[in-house]
């Protein structure tokens, strides 16, 4: 680091970020973002919630025995079954860690918990020794920080401090505080609390009132000395800090921060790319340092500045980020053992030969429409297949007439649990034409809460990348889908977010207990 601290960047996307409406990722979707922030050198992955269900269990399980340069972390209320729900999925991690939490503010104890603060004091303690059962590696988190009395949370680290604890962590859990209040809160308990030398203090904010990232920077200037945050600032409600606006701020204001990060910066938009396209949650062009406005400069006044001297208008490389990664890879005269190679390049590994062929098989198809493909082609082509492999419902055929003075008109064959089933329908537009025949099909029940259209890359040719979300009986899931024609992304995407609601309901919502 230089002479300089070491700051600890821990990743909770595939957590808190999972958290967002319609989020959910699958254990192969769990590993493939696991291994971009392993590249990425991130610290700390939390992975998930073990307890909530035997699905998340397995994505925990997945992730640790995938990952080896990063520590693997699972989550775990103070109760003895989460603790050892984590312990056991967290058994086969090179390096594992067990983050177990309570809340200490008085609005929680009273209201959630139901428990005296000598109760929250007694189970915190508990927690802790029972996770160093399983790990040295144990943090520990005061939920709803915030909103705490300082004097009961110095009592409660002291002790946890003294049960094995090695991370303290403290939450700003519902997004209420401002930079000034809580450095000072960060900078109060690592002067109060006895042996707060001997652990790292670590920052959890959220974004509900647009000051995760502020937040986060002020506690590191207090003293903090570990991040937790996102990719994106994915989370839920308004999100969590976002990790490269965290990082970039570190490393662009050296002359402020006496703190370094072993992050490798140029992973951050290809991970940032990975994320959005299996959250279905896209980034908004606007978006500091992976927008795709970032490094834009409209003004003339600008224009003329960047290239007379880029720093005059930018204080930071776009290739730094990773912009320069989107490179032209592969073409339709590509062979097979190439796009293997290719693939592996990018981080992206296959089930096996049967996977790699099903994949191969799509990147020729795409080929022969598209005459450049690049790694966010990729990216989208594998997240494609992944999704086909056990869907009920598959569209074989569509067919859009669309032309001025007419009702749009869609005809489509749809395998439905292997059955063909042929249907037709008109609509105000052809995708509302597609989706209407696809429900005179399934007749879901489901409501459509958000259609959004992005290109994947730049050209006329590039493929359109749909998410929609829908809603069916309180349950929220977001569906993708690509392609070079835009109807048919959509259809993809639509029958993409029926094969999820149609699927049984494999997980709790992790936010009964919220961070």
């Known amino acids: ?36 922030l392993e590249r990425m ?71 959630k918990l139901r428990m005296t603060p000598e109760q929250v004091l007694e189970q915190a303690v508990h927690a802790v020794k029972r996770a160093r059962q399983y790990t040295d590696d144990v943090e520990f988190s005061a939920e709803d920080a915030v909103r705490s009395e300082v004097d009961f949370m110095c009592r409660v680290f002291e002790a946890t401090i003294k049960a094995g604890a090695r991370t303290i962590n403290v939450p700003d859990t519902v997004g209420y505080s401002l930079p000034g209040l809580w450095g000072e809160r960060m900078r109060k ?11 790292v203090w670590s920052t959890h904010c959220h974004n ?53 990060t072993n992050i490798d910066t140029t992973q951050i938009v290809p991970t940032s790319r990975l994320v959005s396209q299996i959250t279905g949650y896209p980034v908004q062009p606007n978006k500091a340092v992976v927008g795709a406005n970032a490094f834009a400069h409209e003004s003339g006044i600008h224009q003329d500045g960047v290239l007379k001297s880029r720093e005059t208008y930018e204080i930071m490389r776009a290739q730094d980020v990773g912009w320069s990664t989107n490179k032209l890879t592969l073409g339709k005269l590509s062979g097979r053992n190439a796009f293997r190679a290719r693939l592996q390049e990018i981080g992206i590994q296959l089930g096996g030969e049967e996977a790699l062929n099903a994949a191969f098989a799509r990147f020729k198809e795409l080929a022969d429409k598209k005459s450049e493909i690049f790694d966010e082609d990729l990216q989208a082509l594998v997240s494609e297949t992944y999704q086909e492999e056990n869907e009920r419902i598959k569209l074989s055929y569509l067919r859009v007439c669309s032309e ?5 008109e869609a005809q489509l064959t749809l395998t439905v649990d292997g059955e063909e089933c042929r249907a037709q329908a ?36 590039s493929q359109g990348e749909v998410t929609v979300r829908l809603e069916k009986g309180g ?10 024609d835009i109807v048919i992304a959509s259809a993809k995407a639509y029958i993409n977010g029926l094969n999820k609601i149609l699927e049984p309901l494999q997980r709790q919502h992790p936010q009964q207990v919220s961070l």
């Open 208 to 260: 509900d009132l647009g000051m995760a990232v502020a937040n986060s920077l002020s506690a590191v200037l207090a003293g903090a000395r570990q991040v937790e945050c996102t990719i994106n600032g994915l989370g839920e409600r308004a999100g969590n800090a976002s990790l490269e606006e965290v990082v970039m701020a570190v490393k662009v204001r050296r002359d402020i921060f006496t703190c370094d």
């Open 404 to 408: 001025t003075g007419t009702q749009p």
């Open 475 to 484: 349950r929220i899931v977001n569906g993708q889908g690509a392609d070079t």
């Open 41 to 111: 050198r991130v610290d700390v992955i939390e992975a998930g919630f073990p307890i909530a269900s035997p699905g998340d269990f397995e994505a925990v399980q997945a992730v640790a025995e995938a990952v080896k340069d990063s520590t693997v972390c699972g989550l775990a209320r103070a109760l003895d079954k989460d603790i050892d729900r984590a312990g056991e999925a967290l058994k086969k991690a090179a390096s594992g860690r067990i983050h177990t939490f309570i809340a200490t503010s008085p609005i929680h104890m009273q209201h």
């Open 189 to 199: 308990l690592i002067e109060s609390v006895p042996n707060a030398d001997k652990v």
């Open 1 to 36: 680091m230089s002479g300089k601290d070491r700051l600890i960047i821990f990743d909770t996307t595939m957590r808190d970020g999972e958290q967002s409406p319609g989020a959910a990722m699958s254990r192969e979707e769990k590993v493939r973002i696991a291994k971009a």
């Open 426 to 461: 008109a609509g105000g537009g052809p995708v509302d034409a597609a989706f209407k025949a696809i429900e005179s099909v399934v007749n879901s029940g489901a409501q459509l809460q958000l259609y959004s259209v992005n290109n994947i890359t730049s050209g006329t040719d």
